[in-house]
Structures are given as C-alpha cells and as structure tokens.
C-alpha cells in the first residue's frame, strides 16, 4: 500500500487518530509523576549503555542519583561529542549507545556545518515517537477534516530522497522530514499528515539540490487541491508560500491549462480551473494562500522567536480565521517541549522522553557549570537547555534558549526564544530573545509592522553601533522610523543589563535603522535555498555579521557608514 492509499484506508486513519490521543494522554499523565519519569529515564539510559565505551569512561554502572550523573559527565555539546559521533558513523560499534544508528539525522547548527546525529532504535521508540504522535493532537482534535483526503494538507517540510547520503557506515545522513519512519523503524503509522498527497512524491525527474523546483512542482499540483491546511515548521517556509505564488503564477496557471508538471505532460489539461486562478489574481493584483484555498483552517509551524513578529499578520494570507497551532520546541537531537492544547507558543516539557537541566541564559555554558531542574525554573526567564537521553546524548547543550511562560501540574510549559549564541562587540552579550522581545515592544508603542528584520554591528563609526534592516509591512516614514529606533534602544536597556553598561560607558552608539522594501528578506531567502540549501535549513536569522550577506540582504555593503 502506497502513502495515498494509506491516508485512504479508514481503518489506517482511526488506528492513526487513535495513536496520536494515546501518546498524548500519556504525556499529559506523566507531567504528575514528573520527578518519577526523570528518575526512570535516567536509570534506562544508564543501564541500557553502561556498557558502551562511553559508559565504561564515565562509571555509568556506579551512577545511581542525577547528582552522580552530573559529578560523573560534563555539560557538553557537539564539538565535544563530534569525535565520538565521527567514529560510530564511521562503523566503530558500542561507543555512545549499545544499540547502532539507523540513520544520522543532519543539522545545520549554529556554523551552517552538517551535524551527524545518531538516531538509534531505542532513541525512536523511548524518546522520539511518543513526543512525535502527540504532536499532532491539537491539529486533529480541532481540525479533523483535515485527514479527510490525502491531498488536503501541503506538508512544505515533507522531503523523501531515493538515494540519501550515507555515513561511512553506511547509514543514511539525512534530514529527520526526509526519513521514512515505517520502513526504517517498523513504525507504520508515522506518516505525517500531507504525506499521502499527489505532490509528495513528485512523478517526474528533479535533481537533488534543485530544492526551488520541487517547491515550484508541489504548489503547481497543490492549487487543484482543496487544501485545508499547511505544514511547515519552519516559518519562513510558510512566508514563503505567498511569495512563490505570486512569483511563479503565470507558470503555474500556464501548466494547469496544458495539463503539464514541469513541462512534461502529467495528466488531463484544466482551462477551467487555470481561467479560475486567472480571475483571482486579476481581481486584486495579487494572488493569496486564501484565494486560492478558501478552506485552509490551520498552519502548522514554529510560532516564536522572529515569526512572533509577523505570523499574525502573515496568518491573514492564508484566510482570516486561519489557526496558527506551534510545532514542537525540539530540536534534531531530541525534544524538550510539545503543545497538549492550543496554546500559541509553548509546550509541556517532554519528562519522558528525557533528563532536562536548564542553565540560565545570561550565565556562560561550560562542562562544570551548575544545572537546574525543573521544579527550580521561574516563570518569565530564558534558560539554556541541557538534556541527556538513550540515544547517546549526554547532558547536551542543544544550543537553544527557551522561556517558561507558565506551569501544568508543576512542569515547566516552555517556548523557543532562539540560539544561545550572543552578539558580543562591546561587552554587550545580547541574545536572540532579548531582542525579539525588544523589536517587539517598539512594535507595539508604535503600531509599525514588519515583514522580518536582522540586524548586525557597524564597526567603523567612533562606537560600535547596532544597525537594525527592517522590511516594513506597509510604508514607514521618516519620524516614525526614528521614534521606533528610540523606542527599540530602550527596550535593549530594559532587557540586557549588559547592552545599558556598553551604552552607558560609551561602548555602544545609538542603535539605526534601514528601511528595506517588503520582499528584501524574502528574495534573500529563496537565493539561500537556490544554492542549493534545504528549505527546512534556511531559517530566520536575527544577527548577520557576515559582509557578504549583508550585501546581499540590503543591497549595501557592511562597510558603508550610519544609514540615513
């Protein structure tokens, strides 16, 4: 049975539904024996792998309490495991974990290099499934009709290979949406909604790397769909949609009236529906997600750190009562938080499916420095996150930041900020979240809007100085801009004791702002994936230091002085 038939099969989607309720139940049980649940990961994990070389290294026979754990393992991340990762890809056995990888899930990271992240059988079914059904609950309580028919839901992430890479193991080394769960973890009811559709395996030839051109042939096909819902994860992959569209309509309308998918002919021409698209662009000049699919109910994606600044105005494209549900704060490497309602933002943290420890987030990540556990965590404070699990992953600083928005049954319910690096040029130290939070309490006192913003340090002025590129949603002027850019260096103080010492010590000058047009950052983004880049990769980006993307972001080159 292939994915279309499977999404067909009525019996499949009820054992489907059935599962997702299951696991989400499950990990609503478990937030009232979390401590429980902590102390029996612990003692699986250290069981199941204390035979392992690793094991061996760090006495995990002789570890009994989280305190044991931690005078016994550093905090550490990927460069400090990378070694141990390179010689199990390589087909050395029993380094990490007592089970081999099946696969090696691929992350971009924070230096764009391609991690290899080991994802074991034991890994999928103890730690990732049941975070992965319960995902989906929210989406499937309140908008079932969207596992109606196979073709209802545009899954952008959905990206299967013929011929993945390979480690030097032999084990694939792939993204986690290019994946297929059933055949490589006996999991037959993983498939994700969407992956059922007639655009999710394309029917004809497309190079690997021609990421643009397999994003161009799913909508083609997706705009003779009734689509109720959109999956993407990453948000910029959603406000991207809206410009595709309109940037390769006269193709697509043109294909659906020949009956072509990428100038092949591909099944019956239909001039009705290409003069229907026709109409809808011709009546506003514009063509939207919304006019092309009046049924879309939901989005399915990140909702935090940068999209929270124009996801809900993006939303509107999509249709005007259009649900903005919030992916899983997880990350290549396992979960930390997942939605058990719909709540916009945050997620109940995961105690089943591994060891949190949180650091706070203005303190410096090291391998001695002291954790938190989740009963010590404030509520409106951003932590590191540190996590240790069965799949080889030990106290692990992911790199993300996460703030704790509030409590179920005494857990911890958290929501991304960003990446725990920092902008550091003057003592500053300032973070992804503090100053999202800042661009958006200007936002607010101005009543501006934007499409995206980054921002990077001009270096040749007297003082160091922040320049903010903003792509405004409608046209902003001059006063309003400047009142913004007052409004947005009060935030920083409020938000970085750190940014008010280096502008009170005279470190830091003002902060500026340049005015871009709408689709500056939208362009910059379908350039990135036409290098060949993965969409799921390419993310919004707050801090881009780089000359080079600057450049091409702005039109300007980094060395040029204060905007005007």
């Known amino acids: 049975m292939n994915s279309a038939e499977a999404w067909q099969d009525p019996d499949r989607l009820l054992r489907y539904r059935q599962r997702v309720f299951l696991e989400r139940a499950r990990l609503r049980a478990a937030l009232g024996d979390a401590d429980g649940h902590r102390r029996r990961v612990l003692a699986d994990l250290l069981e199941f792998n204390s035979g392992t070389r690793y094991g061996k290294q760090h006495g995990f026979d002789r570890i009994r309490t989280l305190d044991d754990f931690r005078k016994a393992v550093p905090v550490q991340d990927y460069g400090t495991l990378g070694p141990w990762i390179e010689r199990a890809a390589a087909g050395e056995p029993n380094l990490l974990t007592a089970d081999q990888p099946a696969v090696y899930f691929t992350s971009s990271g924070t230096t764009g290099a391609h991690k290899k992240i080991p994802v074991t059988p034991r890994f999928m079914r103890t730690t990732f499934f049941p975070f992965y059904y319960a995902a989906w609950a929210p989406l499937l309580e309140h908008f079932p009709d969207v596992l109606d028919r196979p073709d209802a839901v545009l899954n952008l992430k959905h990206d299967p290979l013929s011929a993945p890479p390979t480690t030097g193991d032999g084990r694939p080394h792939v993204g986690a949406s290019q994946v297929d769960f059933g055949a490589r973890f006996g999991e037959p009811l993983s498939a994700e909604p969407g992956t059922g559709a007639p655009w999710a395996t394309l029917p004809v030839h497309v190079e690997p790397g021609a990421h643009l051109e397999r994003m161009y042939l799913r909508l083609r096909l ?33 294909e659906v009236a020949d009956g072509t998918l990428g100038g092949v002919p591909h099944r019956t021409p239909n001039p009705r529906r290409a003069a229907e698209l026709e109409r809808l662009a011709a009546r506003r000049g514009t063509v939207r997600p919304a006019d092309v699919w009046p049924h879309l109910r939901a989005l399915f994606c990140w909702t935090t750190g940068l999209a929270s600044l124009y996801l809900p105005r993006l939303r509107e494209e999509f249709g005007a009562g259009v649900t903005a549900l919030p992916a899983p704060v997880a990350a290549s490497e396992g979960p930390t938080g997942v939605a058990l ?51 080889g992953l030990y106290r692990y600083s992911v790199g993300d930041v996460v703030r704790v928005v509030d409590r179920i049954d005494g857990v911890p319910r958290v929501e991304y900020t960003g990446r725990s690096t920092r902008s550091n040029v003057a003592g500053e130290r300032l973070r992804d979240g503090q100053v999202t939070r800042a661009l958006a309490g200007a936002l607010d006192r101005t009543g501006l809007e934007l499409r995206n913003v980054a ?21 902003w002027s001059t006063e309003e801009t400047g009142r913004f850019a007052t409004l947005l260096d ?75």
């Open 490 to 564: 009060q935030g920083l103080h409020a938000e970085s004791a750190d940014y008010r010492a280096a502008r009170a010590g005279g470190r830091l000058g003002d902060p500026t702002v340049l005015r871009l047009d709408p689709d500056a950052f939208l362009r910059d983004w379908q350039h990135t994936v036409g290098t060949g880049i993965r969409p799921t990769q390419v993310k919004d980006r707050l801090f881009r230091q780089d000359p080079e993307q600057w450049h091409r972001l702005t039109g300007r080159p980094a060395t040029e002085g204060k905007p005007a």
């Open 341 to 391: 309602d719909r709540h916009g933002s945050a997620g109940s943290l995961v105690v089943t499916a591994a060891v949190h420890e949180f650091v706070d987030a203005d303190q410096d990540l090291g391998p001695d420095v002291a954790t938190l556990d989740p009963q010590e965590l404030e509520v409106g404070r951003d932590y590191h996150v540190v996590f240790s699990h069965v799949g």
């Open 455 to 475: 921002c990077r340090v001009r270096t040749q002025d007297p003082s160091p100085a922040y320049e903010f590129a903003i792509a405004p949603r409608t046209p």
């Open 222 to 254: 997706a705009v003779e769909s009734d689509v109720r819902c959109v999956i993407g994860i990453n948000p910029a992959m959603i406000a991207a949609l809206p410009h595709q569209l309109n940037l390769w309509w006269p193709r697509i309308v043109r």
